[in-house]
C-alpha cells in the first residue's frame, strides 16, 4: 500500500543546542548531473563503457539494502530524485530542525575504486567541483570532503594540493575497503598531501576494492555487511598505525567514519600485547600502536553502539576520550541516529559540548 | 478521552492511510481491507514518522527452514531503522519489553449518532446520512 497523503517533515524533538553533523550523504537528483565538470570525453565514455570497480559488480551495491537507496523512506524530496539529492529539503528536514552548524559531506560511490584511473580522477575533480555548486556555495553551515581517485596516489596528491586553503573542504575522503589495507605506501602521497594542506583524513565505511565485507568470503545477509564494517575498519587502522603512517606523516589526523567505536579498546590492547613481542617486526614504530591511535584518530558516532547498560558505554567513551567523537547522523540513510536519542542521561553538559559539536569545529577548524 | 471524528468514510477508502494532527499530536488512520486503525505518528524507538512506512507481513520462524508470512498488510515498517509493530495493537516485534507504538481505537459511527454523541468533529461539517470514521483519544 503507498503513502496516500504526504505529510511535512515531522517537527524534530531535537538538541537545544547547536550540533556538528560529521557524516551529510549529498546525492546527485540525476545520473548526469555531474556532466557539467566533465570533460564531454568522459559523458560518451559513460555512456559508452561505464565505470568498472575492482569488483565483480558492475552496478548497484553487493547486498540489497534495508530501504530504498538505503535511505529514510521520508527522505524523499518533494521535487522529486532520490533521498539527499535536494539542498532546500536537507534543509528543511535535517539542517534547520536539528539545529546543525556544521555539516560535513561524504559524497559515496563517485570516483572512489574505479579501475581505469583517468576516469576515477574526472570523476572526483567533478564531485569536488559539484560539492562546491550545489552544496557549500548555497548553504555556508555545509562542508566538503575531498574526493580523490584512491587507487593512483600521485594524481590523488595532486586533487588534494589543488584544493589546499579551499574553505569549502574540511577533510579528504577514503573508504575502508581499496585494493590494498590502507596503510600500505600505494596511498602515502594521499597522507603526505593531506598533512601538508592540514586536512585530516576521513576513512568512511564501504568501498569497491574487491575484498569481501568480511575477512574470510562472501557471507550470505545484509545484516552481516553492516556489522562487517567494523572488521575492514580494523583492518584499515591497524595497517596504518603498523605501516608507519603516523611515523612518517606525524601531523596527520584520521577520522573513523560510520564503523563504530566499540570495538576500538580490543583492537588496541591486542596490538599492544603483540607489539611488546613482535617489536623486532616492525622497528619504524617508536611508540605503542595505543599511543598512535589515541593521538592521530577521531570517531564518528553514527551508528552509536548502544549496550543494554548504559554504564558500559561510558566506560568505552571514557577509554576512547570524551574529546575524540564527532557526532553524525548519516543523513539521509536509513540508520540515520537522531541527535537527541544517541546519550544515555547521566552526560555532563561539557562533554556534550565536545560530542555535539566543539570536538568537529576544532578538527574540521571551523570558528 | 475524546471521541473525534475523522472523515466520511467514503474519503478513506480501503489501502488508503490519512495523517492528521489532534491535540498537538500527529495520528495516522488507516484502512486495511475495510478495517480501520489509528497509530501515533511517532517512533517510540527513535522519533521517526512512523506511519509513513511500508504494510508488510510477519515473516516468523519456528524451526531453521520453516518460514510462515502472516499478518499481511498489518506490520508497519518504520520508515528510519525498520522496526516492526503490529498495527492492531503497537505490538513492537524488535523489543516487545521496552517498547510499543501508540495505537488509537478506531470506529465507523452513522452520522446521525456523530451529531449527537460525545464528538468533536476538528475539521468537517457532519451529515447524518453518512458513516464517519471516529477516533478514540
Known sequence: MNVQFRPEPAASVSVKTAIADCDIHPARATATELYPFLAKRWHEHLETYGKQAYQGMMEGPPYPKAQPNASRRDAYPPEGG????????????????????????????????????????????????????????????????????????????????????????????????????????????????????????????????????????????????????????????????????????????????????????????????????????????????????????????????DPERREHLFELIEWIGWDKLLFATDYPHWDFDEPSRVLPAGVSDANKQAFYLDNAKKLYGIA | MTRHVIAPVDELPPGTRKFLTIDERPIAIFNIKGEFFGLLNRCPHQGAALCEGPLIGLAQSSDPGEIEYTKLGEIIRCPWHGWEFDIRTGQSYCDPKRFRARAYPVNVEPGSSVVKGPYVAETLKVAVESDYVVVDL
Not at chain 1, 125 to 139: G, P
Open chain 1, 82 to 305: 532520490p533521498q539527499g539529492s535536494s539542498l532546500s529539503f536537507m534543509q528543511k528536514q535535517l539542517l534547520d530542525p536539528h539545529n546543525v552548524a556544521l555539516g560535513v559531506l561524504n559524497p559515496l560511490a563517485t570516483g572512489q575504486g574505479l579501475r581505469n584511473h583517468d576516469l576515477s580522477a574526472a570523476l572526483a575533480t567533478a564531485v569536488n567541483d559539484w560539492q562546491i555548486d550545489k552544496w557549500t556555495s548555497k548553504d555556508s553551515r555545509l562542508k566538503g570532503s575531498i574526493v580523490v581517485g584512491n587507487e593512483d596516489g600521485p594524481t590523488a596528491a595532486a586533487e588534494i594540493r589543488k584544493r589546499a586553503g579551499d574553505k569549502n573542504f574540511v577533510q579528504v575522503l577514503l573508504l575502508s575497503r581499496n585494493v590494498e589495507p590502507l596503510g600500505q605506501r600505494r596511498y602515502w602521497p594521499i597522507y603526505e598531501a593531506a598533512q601538508e594542506i592540514g586536512l585530516p583524513v576521513g576513512v568512511h565505511a564501504f568501498g569497491f576494492g574487491g575484498n569481501p565485507i568480511t575477512a574470510s568470503g562472501w557471507p550470505s545477509f545484509y545484516i552481516e555487511e553492516m556489522v562487517g564494517h567494523s572488521q575492514c575498519q580494523q583492518t584499515a587502522l591497524a595497517s596504518l598505525v603498523l605501516e608507519g603512517v603516523f611515523e612518517r606523516f606525524p601531523k596527520l589526523k584520521m577520522v573513523m567514519i560510520e564503523a563504530g567505536f566499540g570495538w576500538a579498546p580490543s583492537l588496541t590492547w591486542r596490538l599492544d600485547k603483540n607489539f611488546e613481542r613482535l617489536h623486532s617486526e616492525v622497528p619504524h614504530l617508536k611508540r605503542k600502536p595505543s599511543e598512535y591511535i589515541r593521538d592521530h584518530i577521531w570517531w564518528t558516532t553514527q551508528p552509536m553502539e
